[in-house]
């Protein structure tokens, strides 16, 4: 069992950056791959990106590759999830998530474990 809490989301403007992060609890956050997935009003939650267990291995949506880039600390069981260049599309609130596979950290419905979600909202 592990616990995931978000925070570091807030209200920027179009171009700013923005760093989230997500502090796991319980079993360490080494022995899970970590993704974050976003979800705006009146969509369906959408995968943005996922780390595995060393930290080695990313994977990226293509709406947030080369703008959002994820990296872990082990060593203080939290991911991280650094955002630049916002856009207004980028608002919602996002979440992160863990699972033993890579594969199934992706998908939303696969993922065993959510942290409660932190807002960002990108004002033009």
């Known amino acids: 069992q592990v616990q995931l809490v978000e925070s570091g989301g807030g209200l920027v403007q179009v171009g700013d950056s923005l760093r989230l992060s997500c502090a796991a609890s319980?079993?360490?956050?080494?022995?899970?791959?970590v993704a974050w997935f976003r979800q705006a009003p009146g969509k369906e939650r959408e995968f943005v990106g996922a780390i595995s267990r060393s930290g080695i291995g990313t994977a990226y949506a293509d709406s947030v590759k080369g703008r959002f880039t994820i990296s872990r600390d082990n060593a203080k069981n939290t991911v991280y999830l650094q955002m630049n260049s916002l856009k207004p599309e980028d608002t919602a609130v996002y979440y992160c998530?863990?699972?033993?596979?890579?594969?199934?950290?992706?998908?939303?419905?696969?993922?065993?474990?959510w942290g409660q979600g932190t807002q960002v909202t990108v004002s033009s």
């Open positions: 998530a863990a699972d033993y596979s890579f594969t199934k950290a992706t998908i939303p419905s696969e993922c065993d474990y």
């Open positions: 319980g079993r360490t956050s080494g022995s899970y791959v």
